[in-house]
């Protein structure tokens, strides 16, 4: 079994910050790509950011600038710190992993984490 879970999301007002974790665990060998991912109310998942094991990071246009993923290999965990929030940022938050065990390589979510930008 592999379980990531998500957390950090909060309320903040417009230009403050935030910053999100997910962590992966279980029955692991390695974990490729990771990234968030957001939805927003009546809107499709869309891609906020992702980071290889080698450290390459992606960035939606939305988000460039002002976010910033990371992730510790050591702790089979990824970051996003998010700077300089608008409203336009409020969803709810994933994370997902390409995590492979003994059965092969799958791609894992998180249950999501609520992020809120409002004053």
């Known amino acids: ?5 998500e957390s950090g999301g909060d ?3 417009p230009g403050g ?3 999100l974790s997910c962590a992966a665990s279980g029955m692991i060998i390695s974990i490729d ?3 968030w991912y957001r939805q927003a109310p009546g809107k499709e998942r869309e ?9 390459i990071t992606k960035y939606a246009d939305s988000v460039q600038g002002r ?3 990371s992730r510790d290999n050591t702790k089979n965990t990824v970051y ?12 709810v938050y994933y994370c997902n992993a390409d995590i492979t065990n003994w059965s092969g390589i799958s791609r894992h979510w ?3 984490t609520q992020v809120t930008v409002s004053s």
């Open 47 to 55: 891609l906020v950011a992702t980071i290889t094991s080698g450290g």
């Open 17 to 19: 910050s935030l910053r």
């Open 67 to 69: 976010f910033t993923i």
């Open 80 to 91: 996003l710190q998010m700077n300089s929030l608008k409203p336009e940022d409020t969803a």
């Open 1 to 5: 079994q592999v379980h990531v879970v």
């Open 11 to 13: 309320l903040v007002q």
């Open 110 to 112: 998180g249950q999501g």
């Open 33 to 35: 790509g990771m990234g």
